[in-house]
């Protein structure tokens, strides 16, 4: 369970450092996504990569490891996201996967996704640059566990950024597993496969988590151990990514372009807009832009009072709501001046957002509310 649920507007899910325009399409992603089970059997063959696309210091404590004669295991060592285009934009790195069978994995699935419209996105780039196919597990390394409950080809533990910090096949003996440990404490060296106490390794552009072990967490606290002397594995290998220069991304490019094209998606949205404006007074009006986040009583006091009805306009095809509903008022009167403060100074917003209002009558013939309307506080969710 969840104390709490913050939703943020980002750039980037994950964040590669890439602008808009040059970020890879989703779109064109030729990536499969396997079971657990087939994944495992994939494994095993030949003339076939596995990529670990989480960063190095996840890979520490567990990765991974296919069996002898089956897939080559490939850690691109990327202190963050932000390095995985560029480590993938090499000469080197393309030779490896060139006509091999490419499979991936990160915690979840997520990292994934984005990995493969990236590689996809390469190979659209460089008719040279050739795989025999891409593939990710369904659901990560978390669904491959649950699958193989003894460990099947993972080898130590799973990275977590929760609070269970790491997670381990459910059925695999304590001893097996601390047999499989390779990580070590950044300080003394001693074999270790837990990060606790939030250590960052101390150099500057770096700073990604380090192992310490208990022993050397009690000379920190007590001063025999300064943490400026803590250094992650690559830092002390001298092994940097950062310093190479982002893929350019051709498809992008055109993407950039449309993106520039400021008096069409201006036109668009003044299409959009008209869409509602100019209607002759009505007792429905047309509200756009609410956050998603949202439910009825927050309406009501944005718009004051006399609301009477609230429909929330879900997408046809979808089934969801994206912020658009149809409020009824009590009297034309009452809409009349919502309208009015809506076109005047500030307008009318909840939180920050300026909401779209304009007058919307039913058009002829269309029963109003609809013959199955309910009544709901919040927006609908569609249960599949």
Known sequence: KFK???IQKKGELVAYGLPVEKAPSLKDNETKHVEAVDYHKMMAEP???IIDVRNRYETEIGHFQPPQGGAEFIDPKVR???????????PETQEKLQGKKVMMYCTGGIRCERFSALLSQMKQDNPEFSTEGEYMVRGGIER???TFPEGGFWKGKNFLFDKRQEQVPEKKPAEELEKEIESKCCACKKTWGEYRGAFKCSVQDCQVPVIVCPECRGQ????SLEASTLQCPLCEEGFRLRDLEAPQLKAAEKRKASSQDVGGAAARAAKRHAKHAGKPPSRRLFVGGLPLAIDATAVREALGSGVDVIHWIPDKSSGLW???????MTSK?????????????????????KLRINFAPPPEGEEWPPANFKQLERPP???K
Do not use: C
Not at 80 to 90: G, R, T
Not at 220 to 223: N, V
């Open 220 to 223: 920190l606290d007590a001063g």
């Open 144 to 146: 491959y566990m649950r």
């Open 381 to 383: 969710i569609p249960v």
């Open 322 to 328: 994206y912020g658009s509903t149809f409020v009824q």
């Open 333 to 353: 009167k009452e809409a009349e001046r919502v309208v009015q403060s809506a076109s005047e100074g500030r307008g009318i917003r909840i939180g920050k957002r």
């Open 4 to 6: 709490s649920l913050t």
């Open 47 to 49: 003339n076939t990569v």
């Open 80 to 90: 963050n996201s932000h390095e995985l285009p560029k480590w993938l934009a090499q």
